[in-house]
């Protein structure tokens, strides 16, 4: 029995020493805990106190600039759209890669070259637009003299204006049919939405024409050389090898 009794004791004897050194060493642990806790609390609750005396003002001459800001990134974000459907972009790249395939040459000269060309066309083309534009609409907007909604008023009618003389009046007829719309009498009584798809269609039909106006000739040097070969017996000569110089030498004879 007493031996039992020291073995208990000496168990316990460190077990006990073991629990009063882990609650000696883990008071300063929570103590330091503690003191950090305050110090971030500290300045969070002292600019919470603070903030109402930083109230937050609208300067109406921010405004403007904050506006003008978002209708340019609206504007650059609908860029392309706006280059393919309200200008002569379509007919320009149409043409081109129309002629591309008259002279036979795939990839000469290659699709970069031609979207180029075809936006310095555009830009040429559209340039005494754009001037109106800027004078008439984005310059009074820039300056405060007029609101969003007359700019884009101002803006659309030397669009809409060039748009109308490029757009064929059957396709305006066709357009308004399909969307219920009664015919209108007179050009400036065309919805904008209306006319958008019309003047691309009529643009498509126009490249279309000038492409095949421009495909003839060389058609007829592909004949003309095809019909020589197929005289003189040379059946195994491609007739493209002998056209295709022909093709280029003609064009640039008549200055493309």
């Known amino acids: ?73 609206s504007v650059l974000s609908l860029a392309p759209g706006i280059l393919m459907m309200l200008t002569s972009f379509t007919r320009n790249i149409v043409v081109l890669s129309i002629l591309r395939m008259a002279l036979g ?23 005494p637009i754009i001037n109106t534009i800027y004078h008439n609409a984005w310059q009074p907007l820039q300056n405060q003299q007029m609101s969003i909604e007359t700019a884009i008023y101002k803006a659309t009618i030397p669009l809409k204006k060039f748009m109308l003389n490029q757009t064929r009046e059957k396709d305006l007829i066709l357009l308004s049919k399909m969307a219920h719309e009664p015919t209108p009498t007179q050009k400036e009584d065309v919805k904008f939405y209306t006319l958008v798809p019309a003047f691309m269609l009529s643009e498509l039909q126009t490249a279309f024409q000038i492409g095949f106006m421009i495909f003839l000739p060389f058609l007829l040097i592909d004949l003309i050389v ?24 003609v064009f640039v004879l008549i200055n493309g």
């Open 1 to 73: 029995m007493k031996s039992s009794l020291f073995f208990m004791t000496f168990v316990n004897k460190p077990l006990a020493m073991d629990l009063s050194a882990t609650k000696a060493t883990s008071q300063p642990a929570i103590f330091s805990y503690l003191i950090l806790i305050l110090l971030f609390c500290c300045p969070i609750s002292y600019a919470g106190a603070n903030v109402s005396s930083f109230p937050i003002q609208f300067d109406e001459n921010y405004i403007a600039p904050a506006l003008q800001i978002f209708v340019g990134l």
């Open 105 to 127: 040459l795939q990839q000469t000269p290659p699709n970069s070259v031609l979207i180029s060309l075809a936006l310095f066309l555009t830009f040429f083309t559209m340039m």
């Open 226 to 249: 095809s019909g020589i070969l197929m005289t003189l017996g040379m059946m195994m000569v491609p007739p493209m090898s002998i056209s295709l110089p022909a093709k280029i030498l």
